[in-house]
């Protein structure tokens, strides 16, 4: 089983895509001031790049059996399950939805699956119970979105069942990580990848903020 990437001995990570845009525009600026007249263009990707890169990966190897689907092929699952009827005024509920099913997933939150209807507004009850129905479709279909499968990602590193560059460097984390792509990069340290130390984790007030968010979203 393949432990490192050999093609790639140094990822380049950011936040988002426009970042990682500007930083590999940066590094050749600063290849043209030095004087140099070539140089190797350096692999720079989103976090969210990667992660998906990991999971097509871990789906040709055979690591991953669930066929991955995209983030529109994913919305409209969802707008298969939801009862438009109940939010007829809300075109977006379906994006809505996907976005709360992204953040509990980013921020490790308990599944929906174990959540207490004790207490849950109608709405949330409504977001409850689409999740559900979207889990069961893609089960059915034998399909997943990106996010369960991320969520896979730590222990697919761990046990060495997905290839993972020699070095890791974070660039534009200004902010800190969500808990998923903090313990991707927890695990490739863990397997001797050499990994910048990423930013303190979310403190417990924005935890609980986002766990908030996530409930009740579909209804904002």
């Given at each position: 089983m393949v432990t490192t990437d050999p093609t790639d001995s140094t990822l380049i990570l950011t936040p988002t895509a426009r970042l990682a845009r500007a930083e590999r525009h940066r590094r050749?600026?600063?290849?043209?001031d030095s004087g140099l007249s070539s140089w190797?263009?350096?692999r720079v990707l989103?976090?969210?790049?990667?992660?998906?890169?990991l999971i097509e990966e871990g789906f040709v190897s055979g690591a991953i059996e669930q066929i991955p689907v995209s983030a529109v092929q994913a919305r409209a699952l969802w707008r298969s399950v939801i009862n438009h009827q109940v939010f007829i005024g809300e075109p977006r509920v379906a994006e809505m939805a996907q976005a709360s099913w992204r953040l509990i997933h980013e921020f490790q939150l308990p599944a929906v699956g174990r959540w207490s209807h004790t207490g849950l507004s109608v709405d949330q009850q409504h977001f409850c119970n689409w999740a559900e129905a979207y889990q069961a479709l893609c089960k059915r279909r034998s399909?997943?979105?990106?996010?369960?499968?991320?969520?896979r990602l730590p222990d697919l590193i761990r046990q060495r069942r997905i290839r993972v560059p020699k070095r890791i460097e974070l660039a534009?984390?200004?902010l800190p990580m969500p808990p998923l792509q903090r313990e991707i990069l927890d695990a490739a340290s863990a397997i001797g990848i050499d990994?910048?130390?990423?930013?303190?984790?979310?403190?417990?007030?924005?935890?609980?903020?986002?766990?908030s968010f996530a409930a009740v979203s579909a209804n904002e």
């Open positions: 050749a600026s600063s290849a043209v190797r263009t350096p989103a976090f969210s790049n990667w992660m998906s890169s399909v997943s979105d990106q996010w369960p499968l991320a969520a534009g984390f200004e990994v910048e130390a990423p930013p303190d984790s979310a403190d417990q007030s924005l935890l609980t903020e986002i766990h």
